[in-house]
Every structure is written in structure tokens, then in C-alpha cells.
Nanobody, 123 residues
Framework: QVQLVESGGGLVQAGGSLRLSCAAS????????IHWFRQAPGKEREFVAT????????IYQDSVKGRFTISRDNAKNTVDLQMYSLKPEDTAVYYC????????????????WGQGTQVTVSS
């Protein structure tokens, strides 16, 4: 079992920045990747970014490339999502999730989810 707890959400004006953090516990993450997903009201949950724990390889959704950065801290067992140049359309509940690491250029479906943290970007 992997337990995931998100923090760092809040209200920010368009063009601002916010940093989300995901604290993982329960087992070694060496074979896992940590994803960030988001779900806006009335929309399906969508992939945002992922980072493979073993080597830090990251993949981003096209709409956040150049604005969001995902990173991991091995010592703290945390994964952060630094978000810059935020837009109203980034408003959503953001979830971190853990999945068995994918060896190629993609990602596996998550096995574990956090409870989510709200990000609201005002125009």
C-alpha cells in the first residue's frame, strides 16, 4: 500500500504561481511513478504530469508544458508540482497518484490516489 497526501492548494490570481506537494508513505517508491491528475467541475479527470521515481524522467500534458514542473525529493519522499503562469482553466482539484513505473515513454494507470487539493485561479 502507498499512502498519498497532497497539500499546497489554494486561490491565486491568473498569472500567479502555486506549489503543490505530495507526501508518500507506506512502501519504497523505487519501482513507482508518481502522477498528478486534475479534475475540473463537470469534466473528466485528466493527466497533468508524471515523474518516474528511479530516474526522475518526467512527462507533461501539452497544455502545461513550460508552465508546470514536477520534481521529487528522495529524502523526504515527496513529489512537488510547481505551477507558474496559472490560468483560470487550470482551476481543478489536483490529485497525486502512484503507479508501477512504465519503462517506455508513457505511464501506467494509478493504483493509489490521494484525497486531492483544490486549486482555484481567478481571472
Amino acid at each position: 500500500q502507498v499512502q498519498l497526501v497532497e497539500s499546497g492548494g489554494g486561490l491565486v490570481q491568473a498569472g500567479g504561481s502555486l506549489r503543490l506537494s505530495c507526501a508518500a508513505s507506506g512502501r519504497s517508491l523505487s519501482n513507482y511513478a508518481i502522477h498528478w491528475f486534475r479534475q475540473a467541475p463537470g469534466k473528466e479527470r485528466e493527466f497533468v504530469a508524471t515523474i518516474r521515481w528511479s530516474d526522475g524522467r518526467a512527462i507533461y500534458q501539452d497544455s502545461v508544458k513550460g508552465r508546470f514542473t514536477i520534481s521529487r525529493d528522495n529524502a523526504k519522499n515527496t513529489v512537488d508540482l510547481q505551477m507558474y503562469s496559472l490560468k483560470p482553466e487550470d482551476t481543478a482539484v489536483y490529485y497525486c497518484a502512484a503507479a508501477i513505473a512504465y519503462s517506455g515513454n508513457g505511464y501506467n494507470s494509478p493504483d493509489y490516489w490521494g484525497q486531492g487539493t483544490q486549486v482555484t485561479v481567478s481571472s
